[in-house]
Every structure is written in C-alpha cells, then in structure tokens.
C-alpha cells in the first residue's frame, strides 16, 4: 500500500475522495521569489513596473487570482474549489520581488495547490511582462508558507 494519497490500493492515480470529511474553513499562504537583473530592477518606481503591456505588478496579481481558480484544470486530481478570496501582495527588496499569495476557501480538502499555483502564476507573469528588458530574470523559490484547516495545520519554520 502507498503512502501517497492520490494512488490507490492497487497502485493507480485516483482523486482522494474527501465526501467523508468535515467542512471547515482552509487557508493556504504560499511565497514566490524572483531575482531581476539590475536592466529590471532599475524599472522599478513605487513598487511598480510600468511597461507597454502594462503596470506589471498589477497585472500579475489578475494573473495569480485567475490561476487561483483554474489549478484544478493544471493541476491531475486537485479538486474544483469555491474559492472565499485570493489575496496577493507583490513588492520588492532591492533586485529581488517577492509574491505572497493567500487562498481562503470554505471546504472538505485544502487550497495549498491554488495558492502555490496562483504565485506561481504571478512570478511567470511578471517573467513575461519584463522579458523585453532582459530574459535573465529567475523565478527562485517557489514554497508554502501556512496552511490552516483540515486535520493539521502548518508554518514554515
């Protein structure tokens, strides 16, 4: 028997069924770094890129909230999620520009993918908005920061 909850007794993929578990509220915050080179970060003026597409920022944080709703389509056997909220935060420190995702849902299984997806999402946004400067922008980290909810809870420590 595998210890991974999406394969079954005999050893194939199946969505983990979640029709026995409590409803409860689930939160998940996840975190995306990216480090410019200095041709990108020395756009940057009042925590905001502006280019002919657009105010970057801005436009990654629409970006993140729709990945947010669309993971279970990218992502094999997540299941579809009513989303309470998605929450971003996007700024910079120096060449480097953090992305903080939160995903609130009212549910029977959690919503760290769609959190981990809409940063995700985000950083690759900002990637493409800002590549005309220079490609050598990298998405560094991608990782859960919380998650409440469900039969444990968990920080970063």
Do not use: W
């Not at 983990?16 to 003026?45: M, S, W």
């Not at 905001?48 to 669309?70: C, D, L, R, S, Y």
């Not at 400067?133 to 809870?153: C, H, M, P, W, Y």
């Amino acid at each position: 028997m595998s210890n991974f909850t999406h394969i079954n007794s005999n050893n194939q993929p199946e969505m983990v069924d979640v029709g026995a578990k409590k409803t409860t509220l689930r939160t998940a915050h996840a975190r995306c770094k990216l480090k410019l080179p200095p041709e990108v970060a020395c756009q940057i003026n009042d925590n905001e890129i502006q280019t002919k597409k657009g105010p970057v920022f801005h436009t990654a944080m629409i970006a993140g909230t729709m990945a947010t709703k669309k993971t279970p389509e990218l992502i094999p056997l997540c299941h579809t999620i009513p989303l309470n909220s998605a929450k971003f935060k996007i700024h910079s420190e120096g060449n480097e520009v953090i992305i903080d995702c939160v995903v609130k849902a009212e549910h029977k299984t959690g919503v760290e993918m769609e959190a981990m997806t809409g940063a995700t999402v985000a950083a690759l946004t900002i990637y493409d908005m800002c590549k005309a400067f220079s490609k050598a922008i990298t998405i560094q980290t991608v990782e859960l920061i919380e998650k409440t909810g469900g039969k444990s809870d968990y920080i970063l420590s």
